[in-house]
């Protein structure tokens, strides 16, 4: 435990938080937990409660390293995932196991249990990709009916007030339909009403009405299918899986990150985010679309349209380098790799988490001082692999593989002398876990590192995000919100602008707030404007060489007149890459975008405009680290 005299040298203090206090304010909404004064924890509350959490689940620092970990996390220079800001030192540790602690996840759907199981991964703030290429396997739906009677305790299920009555109620519903079909009865007397706190997990209760409307749409999913007598298609799997995302993000209480990974000669699928056709459901915004792709001969028009401003750009997942490559040209077979983490810097197994960490490369200030801050956030890491996991596939796969993901983030303003770094840091990673997995008895991991989008923990420290360029060098950062989270109204009265999240039918949603902040990236940042398509592919591939044995995610600005080198550069160099998305620079016809570029002028008027407000923050809620749910940047 750290000692109370060493903690009250940072009493008060406050790091250099990113971005004219944004990151102050993304803190105090995603990861300070209530604290028993009615008020919210402070910098260094949260990071003495992680670092000794760290230490309860057998980190097995010494105390000097203990104190180390402190002050590297104070001051920014690196942070366990931020699902381990959250969550560590919480009794749901113990509760949760890792299950509590981890980023992501990834699941083959070939049975109802497997969609259930997403659902209860979701409920725990974790996202999930998923292939939809076994909806084959799940069978053809059975005419069923289902009914919901709210108070009526004689039903043949009363759905339990926690994540794992809900996603009891998912699974009897889709066993229902693919096992023979029948009627279902159930209530939701138990569950509390919206606005009710979460005790356990943080939070507020969203109320039924979110879960009866989510089931309801499963059931027309399902019965569509029914009446035509036909296989579910993989546009039914995504559909189901998308409802039970929006279903998860119950107003805003919580966030839903998803990628769905399909064939490129599957047109449908390929067509299932046509937004520019109309009658597209608004739930299908819950999850990226990816492909999976051996050869990018096989890539048609269908692809290349939303590239051309027909429809939503979909990524590439390459599952043969993923299984074969570590770093780039050093071989390092994993075959048990399935599919990918919802930002694709994870190759994952079926049913395997995303175990997640972060050196910020701007703020080391020597290769010895990042071989120092990593090799603590691994020991961290570590730690949670070994944790036992409530799924008993989950807990095997784990404990077998015990992969990690260490990341480094602002590639783009770190310079050339903090990139020299980076190789000699990795070796000294892959030496530290072979003696370390001796002492403690564990497997060495399949894999260490990697390079993830790094959305909201890059924005406490002010930096780009992972090996992206900044978007501009002045620009406005949209933030969502729960209406009812307190920090909305001490934005709002700062003078930040507040408005309605809006659907991609238009519509407002009033449980959603977006909040807009001016953000400035410091002279010398690579920023999107001043870097083409292809250079920011060579950057990628750069940190695949020198850092990431896992993937090296990256959404790509693009602009229309690039698309041809783009599609040369994929056919010449997809043996060595793991992942990759795109998004146009400009004209990408997102509402409400995540980043707006502006002018110097428009940032001072913007900035003048902010006002300090008199308060609290607020109380932090349930998060992912994707801010915005999906990956973060795309």
């Known amino acids: 435990m750290l ?49 000794e959490g760290a230490q309860a689940i057998g980190a097995g620092l010494d105390e000097d390293e203990e104190r180390s970990l402190y002050d590297h996390m104070f001051h920014l ?14 009794p749901n540790n113990e ?100 606005g009710a706190p979460i005790s356990t997990f943080g939070g507020t209760a969203s109320g039924p009405g979110i879960l009866v409307d989510g089931v309801a749409a499963i059931c027309g999913v399902l019965d569509r299918a029914a009446a035509e007598g036909r296989h579910l298609t993989s546009v039914d799997v995504l559909d189901v899986a998308n409802i039970i995302g929006s279903i998860v993000v119950s107003g805003n209480v919580r966030r839903s990150a998803q990628i769905a990974l399909g064939e490129p000669g599957d047109g449908d699928f390929l067509r299932a985010k046509r937004w520019d056709l109309g ?39 390459n599952l043969q380098a993923s ?12 075959p048990s790799i399935a599919g990918t983490n919802p930002c694709a810097e994870i190759g994952l197994a079926d049913r395997e988490s995303c175990n997640l960490a972060e050196v910020f490369l701007p703020r080391i200030r020597s290769a010895a001082e990042l071989r120092e801050v990593a090799g603590l956030l691994y020991k961290v890491q570590k730690a949670v692999a070994a944790m036992p996991y409530l799924d008993p596939v989950s807990d095997d796969v784990t404990s077998r593989n015990m992969r990690l993901g260490l990341g480094v983030t602002g590639l783009a303003q770190a310079g050339a002398e903090r990139l020299s770094w980076l190789s000699d840091g990795y070796e000294y990673l892959r030496a ?38 900044g978007f501009s060098r002045y620009h406005v950062r949209r933030v969502r919100m729960s209406s009812a989270d307190p920090l909305v109204d001490w934005c709002r009265r700062s003078g930040y602008p507040v408005e309605p999240a809006r659907g991609f039918d238009g519509e407002d949603d009033p449980a959603t707030s977006v909040v ?26 750069r940190a695949q060489r020198d850092w990431a044995d896992n993937a090296v995610s990256v959404t790509v600005y693009y602009r229309p007149e690039e698309l041809p080198a783009i599609q ?67």
């Open 3 to 51: 000692s109370d005299d060493f903690v009250s040298a940072y009493v008060g203090r406050e790091p250099d938080w990113g971005f004219n206090g944004l990151g102050r304010v993304v803190y105090k909404r995603t990861y300070a937990r209530p604290t028993d004064d009615g008020g919210t924890e402070e910098w260094w509350q949260t990071v003495r409660r992680v670092v």
């Open 77 to 90: 220079r690196g942070l366990p995932a931020g699902r381990m800001l959250w969550q560590m030192g919480t």
């Open 95 to 194: 509760r949760l196991g890792g299950d509590s602690l981890v980023n992501c996840w990834f699941v083959d759907v070939a049975r109802p249990s497997d969609l259930s199981w997403m659902f209860e991964r979701l409920m725990l703030g974790g996202g999930v990709g998923f292939s939809v290429n076994g909806a084959g396997r799940l069978g053809i739906p059975a005419p069923s009916v289902v009914e919901h009677r709210p108070t009526d305790p004689d039903v043949d299920f009363i759905v339990p007030d926690n994540r794992a009555g809900w996603a009891q109620l998912i699974e009897r519903v889709l066993a229902l339909y693919l096992g023979g079909g029948g009627r279902l009865t159930y209530s939701t007397l138990a569950v509390r009403p919206a």
């Open 279 to 317: 009658g597209v459901p608004n739930h299908r915004a819950m999850s990226n679309n990816s492909l999976y792709l051996d050869d990018p001969a096989d890539l048609g028009p269908d692809f290349w349209d939303g590239y051309r401003g027909v429809g939503e750009p979909y990524g590439l997942f």
């Open 323 to 334: 299984r074969r490559w570590g770093r780039t040209g050093e071989e390092r077979p994993d």
């Open 432 to 469: 530290l876990d072979a003696s370390w997995s001796r002492l403690r008895g564990w497997p060495e991991s399949v894999r260490l590192t990697t390079v993830k989008p790094s959305g909201t923990l890059s924005l406490l420290a002010g930096v780009t995000p992972g090996v992206h360029p």
């Open 516 to 541: 807009e902040f001016p953000c400035e990236f410091p002279a010398g940042t690579v920023v999107a404007e001043d870097v083409g398509a292809i250079d920011q592919l060579r950057m990628q591939a």
């Open 568 to 634: 040369e550069h994929i056919a010449a160099n997809w043996g060595t890459i793991k992942s990759v998305s795109f998004l146009p620079l400009q004209d990408h016809g997102f509402d409400q975008a995540p980043l707006e570029a502006i002018d110097e002028a428009e940032y001072r008027r913007r900035l003048a405009a902010v006002a300090a407000a008199d308060g609290d923050l607020g109380d932090g809620e349930l998060g992912l680290e994707c801010d915005g749910g999906a990956c973060p940047v795309r």
